[in-house]
Every structure is written in C-alpha cells, then in structure tokens.
C-alpha cells in the first residue's frame, strides 16, 4: 500500500468493545399452585450485533501460523499465499457462503481472487466488502493486511451467524497480489461488464485495521451513503475519524472504473512491509473496534 503524505502525518492511538446476546430458555413450573400470572415481557430486543475479540484474531492467528509454516510470508504465488485463500474459503463454505476463486496470472505466477456472495439480496443492487490478502515477501504481513481480511472474514461469519436477509446483494471479496499494484483487484474490475459494474452500489475497502497506537480512522470519502454512516458510526462511539480520497489500495482499482467506493483505514504502523509485521504488530482492541465498524456499517448498507 503507497501512503499518501496526509496518511503519514496522521498514524498513532486509543478503542474497545462488546457481545451477541442469546436469550435463555426459561424451564416449566410444576401444575399444583397455580401459576403468578407473568406480567407480558417485550419481545427480546437484540443488543448490537458484535464481533468478540477472540473471533477476529482467532483469524489473524490462523494466517500467521500459515506465514510461520511457509518460509515467514504470504505473498503473490507463495504457497503461504494458496493456504491463507484456502483457509478463508474454508472458513465462508462453512458459514453458507457461495464462494468462486478468480484466477490471474502476474509475474509468470498464477494468483487468485477469492470472492463469496450471500444468498438473496437485490442482485442488481450490490455492495462487495473487499481486503487484500496476499503479504509482501518480506514477512507475515500480519498488520497488512491480516488485518483487514480478519476484520471482513469476521464480518461475514457474523452476517451468517445472525441469518441476515439482505435488501442489497452482499458480496465479499479477497484479493490477491496487491502489493505488486493492485493486480488482483484491477484484474476483478476489468473482466466485469460495463453492465455488472453498474450493479455495484459502493465497494468497501479495508486496508490494515488493527494499527497499534492509531489516533484516527481514516475514512475513505468517496460514495455518500456509505461515507456518512461510517463518520456516524465512528461519531456515536465518540472515535476520532480523518477523512481520505481513493488511492493507495484496492478500492482505487474501483474508482479508477467509476464505481463508488468507500471504507476506512487505521493507517500506517511499525513494521510496514518488514519481517516484523507479526500479530503482536496487530493491537486486538484496535482490531476488534475495526471489525465491528465494519459489521455495523455493512449491515446498515444492505438493509436498505
Ligand atoms: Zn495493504
């Protein structure tokens, strides 16, 4: 990912978080005396839906065994690169996801999309939450962009869990080879019909989100809709937000195409692109915050 000067002047820290709640079954009283008559109850009012701590890294953990495994990376053609695809894929066909891997070919090696709808939806109405997953060949890339993929991989699962009946299409994507220029996503865009482009509604993009020491969240500004209700999702947990345009990941392969974009990124940390970006580069309360942003804003965007 190249960092825009703005970014660079704004990268340090703070956050936290909370749970799904499931109502307990209440056991029968015995017939003898007769019952207090139970004063009506309201319906269960289901708390936020959340992302726990232990669900996003839980990921995070996953992809970096696969680094330690495959010689410390997960980078374009690796096999670190496959094993990471695979685990994701693994992970939605078990959670109901219709899943397609989208073969390229960069550098004389084969890489891969990986791209995962959810049934229903208004299929000419979509919005596509994207991450890249591939490493540099320098390390682990666990900050980028473990990340972001963790944080869109728990999204979904979380969206699967709750049985969520879209009125949008949803659509998930992880891309391959983004730190050799955007291939994977470049390649995702321009084999889409100028017909299919137009069913997107606004591409997501997350882009390292569990930066330690962040101090804001840099919100890509680009498709209103969606650019408003991430500055007030931010706004109403009181956490600080910077704005920024399109450029410097995935989504400016979307931008490039005329397709609206937005999402958000918690900037640059220690260790970019170096042998250290391991997953204690990763701040998990950072991280969780950031996967939450991204649930409660994906699903306000595909309910209406
Ligand atoms: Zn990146």
Same mark, same amino acid.
Not at 114 to 124: F, Q, R, S, T
Not at 164 to 177: D, M, S
Not at 217 to 236: I, Q, R, S
């Given at each position: ?12 820290? @703070?956050?936290?978080?909370? *749970? ?5 079954? #209440?056991?029968?009283?015995?017939? $003898? ?16 839906? *959340? ?11 996953? =992809?970096?065994? @696969? ?11 690796? %096999?670190?690169?496959?094993?990471? =695809?695979? &685990? ?5 066909? +078990?959670?109901?996801?219709? $899943? ?11 890489? &891969? ?22 490493? *540099? ?14 944080? #869109? ?13 879209? %009125?949008?299409? =949803? ?11 955007? @291939? ?6 321009? %084999? ?6 137009? +069913? @997107?509604?606004? &591409? ?6 569990? $930066? ?24 109403? +947990? ?33 260790? &970019? ?20 942003? #991204? =649930? ?9």
């Amino acid at each position: 990912m190249e960092i825009p000067s703005r970014i660079r002047r704004t990268a340090a820290a @703070i956050g936290l978080c909370a *749970v799904l709640v499931a109502v307990p079954a #209440v056991p029968a009283v015995a017939a $003898t005396e007769p019952a207090a008559p139970k004063t009506p109850q309201p319906p269960a009012v289901p708390t936020e839906q *959340v992302v726990t701590t232990e669900q996003v890294m839980s990921h995070l953990r996953a =992809l970096q065994s @696969i680094a330690d495994r495959n010689g410390g990376n997960r980078a374009h053609g690796s %096999k670190g690169f496959r094993q990471s =695809l695979m &685990y994701v894929k693994g992970v939605l066909d +078990k959670a109901g996801f219709r $899943t397609s891997l989208r073969p390229f070919t960069h550098n004389g090696a084969l890489g &891969y999309n990986l791209v995962a709808d959810w049934p229903g939806g208004d299929p000419d109405h979509v919005v596509l939450v994207g991450a890249h997953l591939d490493s *540099v060949e320098a390390g682990p890339g666990m900050s980028d962009n473990g990340s972001g993929s963790a944080a #869109v991989l728990a999204t979904a699962v979380a969206m699967s869990r709750a049985g969520v009946a879209p %009125k949008r299409h =949803l659509r998930f994507a992880w891309w391959g080879a983004e730190e050799q220029g955007l @291939i994977g996503s470049e390649d995702y865009v321009r %084999k889409l019909s100028a017909a299919q482009r137009r +069913k @997107i509604d606004v &591409y997501l993009n997350f882009d390292m989100t569990g $930066t330690r020491n962040v101090q804001q969240w840099l919100v890509v500004h680009d498709e209103p809709g969606a650019t408003d209700t991430f500055e007030a999702y931010f706004a109403a +947990k009181g956490l600080p937000t910077f704005d920024v345009g399109i450029g410097g990941s995935d989504h400016q392969s979307f931008g490039d195409a005329g397709i609206p974009v937005s999402g958000f990124s918690t900037g640059l940390g220690d260790c &970019y692109h170096a042998a250290c970006d391991r997953i204690d580069n990763v701040d998990p309360a950072i991280e969780t915050i950031s996967a939450n942003a #991204v =649930l409660g804003v994906t699903r306000q965007l595909v309910a209406h």
